[in-house]
């Protein structure tokens, strides 16, 4: 597709963003002859141009469990629409990552459930991405129990276990079946075609290939489904946990603002942090194991599209968090190439150093693009996705580790088998899993040790939470003491109310 030219329609970017990014084919790897992904189960509010569900957003719960949110239409099987940015435009802090998660490309019952809004109308599509917060959608298992294709399901013979492996790129599946009394296991392969979809019901699996799986005689394994493409399905609403990582600091945030006077304010995901990407189309991920030409698609989406400087430009946040180094390298890229600067020398250093840096010190990114200029606060963070990252810990290089169990043979063994010792796989460096107070194990090993430990200790949301309170404290984000929600970042608005669309509630803000 030919991105439409904004300036011939003369619609406001963030109102012509939206036709541009949900109709983009300019990635024929991800749009081509043969798609990569999918089709997955997708949804609509077909009878609601602008649905009550999503304006409110799901029913909170106290647990990760998914929730009963709507019943909504149900759309067949789909390819999984480009996504904009997720909440307000003008929410003054802003998170860019790389690209959506296509959690339900994995071998298991959790990413089976996954489902995605295929969206009829435009405005709907725009309504939808305005309220988005923490929140991904799914169905039952029951309701994709009811559309398996008959004569497709794989059943456990015999009780015993089952190692299942998905490939990375192709639609085929390997299940080792080590039923109980059989010396062999039971080899079996499946394939599917593009326009098909095989998916793994059992319960216990996860996408750790080297587990297997305990399992009962007659247990549904696995089938292949066809979506049904109309009727209503119960919608179920799951708190992500990339969404939702900043919440902790945010709360601590929100304490401080209240004890300062501002005793309304609640900032809230998607409200007063909006979520983008650099790039609309989603994958399993973006690591060297998929076979995905990342700089090609990074081209297309932010340098000849520019989704992420024109939503930059327009949102103008007043601090922005990039979510990860690689995600870091990808926005360096485009954002130098688009006239930008970034105060800020980040390579071949770990996240956690530059998160560190980055919340003590105060790191901008400038943009100067003819008449649109602006200037906002950095913050460098390790990846959302994972909880890990976000704990307190002592982090080292392997070769300092090297130094250190030499030095402390006794304290290192000890760490290990307490099994704070934590190793993600291709990383130069490694995390000693130890809170700076209250861990018991400081007793445990020689003051010569902890001390080192607490020389290379981080507490990443303390470290999030001050850099917020000394960006109020400097560069206020709410100076209402009776606002509910934090300042607006500077500019006008046109996404909520304009000559396309008109939301029911029109502009929260009086932006509009």
């Not at 996705?385 to 169990?405: G, K, P």
Request: negative net charge; charged residues 25%.
């Amino acid at each position: 597709m030919n991105k439409p030219e904004n300036k011939s329609t003369e619609l406001p970017i963030e109102v012509a963003m939206v036709e541009q990014v949900k109709n983009c084919t300019d990635c024929q790897w991800f749009w081509g002859a043969i798609q990569p992904y999918g089709p997955f189960p997708a949804y609509d509010w077909k009878q609601e141009e602008y649905p009550n569900a999503v304006k409110h957003g799901p029913p909170s719960s106290d647990d990760d469990k998914p929730v009963f949110w709507c019943k909504v239409e149900q759309t067949g099987a789909q390819a999984v629409e480009p996504a904009i940015l997720r909440g307000c435009r003008k929410a003054p802090i802003m998170t860019i990552g790389i690209n959506p998660n296509m959690t339900a490309f994995f071998a298991g019952a959790k990413s089976a459930s996954w489902v995605y809004p295929w969206f009829s109308r435009e405005q709907t599509y725009a309504y939808y991405y305005r309220h988005a917060t923490i929140y991904q959608e799914s169905f039952s298992l029951d309701t994709l129990k009811a559309s398996i294709i008959p004569g497709t399901e794989i059943f456990a013979e015999d009780a015993g276990t089952v190692k299942i492996e998905r490939c990375n790129s192709h639609r085929w599946m390997h299940f080792a079946f080590h039923y109980q009394g059989r010396d062999a296991p039971v080899h079996l392969e499946r394939a599917w075609k593009p326009e098909e979809r095989l998916v793994v019901f059992n319960d216990g699996f996860s996408t750790d290939r080297d587990q297997l799986f305990g399992i009962s005689k007659g247990d549904l394994i696995a089938a292949q489904i066809q979506p049904d493409n109309s009727g209503k399905a119960e919608l179920f609403a799951n708190k992500t946990g990339y969404y939702a990582r900043l919440q902790p600091a945010l709360q601590r945030f929100t304490d401080y603002l209240n004890d300062n006077g501002f005793t309304h304010c609640q900032p809230a995901m998607g409200e007063d942090v909006s979520m983008h990407d650099m790039v609309g189309c989603a994958s399993p991920g973006w690591g060297t194991n998929l076979d995905i030409p990342r700089e090609r698609i990074a081209d297309n989406c932010v340098n000849k599209n520019r989704y992420m400087i024109d939503q930059l430009l327009q949102s103008r946040p007043k601090l922005v968090f990039i979510v990860s180094n690689s995600s870091l390298t990808m926005f360096a890229d485009g954002f130098s190439k688009a006239g930008g600067h970034i105060a800020l020398d980040f390579e071949n250093r770990d996240i956690f150093d530059l998160l560190q840096e980055t919340c003590k010190q105060r790191r901008t990114i400038t943009l100067n693009a003819g008449k649109e200029t602006f200037k906002s606060r950095l913050i460098v963070t390790p990846h959302f996705s994972y909880a890990a990252n976000f704990e307190q810990q002592s982090r080292f290089h392997t070769v300092a580790w090297d130094i250190f169990c030499h030095q402390y043979p006794t304290d290192a063994e000890l760490l290990n088998k307490e099994n704070r010792i934590f190793i993600r796989k291709d990383e130069a460096f490694m995390s000693i899993m130890v809170q700076r107070k209250d861990d018991d194990i400081k007793n445990k090993i020689s003051a010569a040790a902890w001390q080192l430990l607490m020389d290379y200790h981080y507490d990443p949301y303390a470290l999030i939470s001050d850099a917020l309170i000394e960006e109020q404290q400097t560069y206020p984000l709410i100076t209402d003491k009776k606002a509910s929600h934090l300042d607006r970042a500077p500019g006008g608005c046109s996404f909520c109310v304009n000559e396309k669309w008109t939301f029911t509630e029109g502009c929260d803000y009086g932006l509009a």
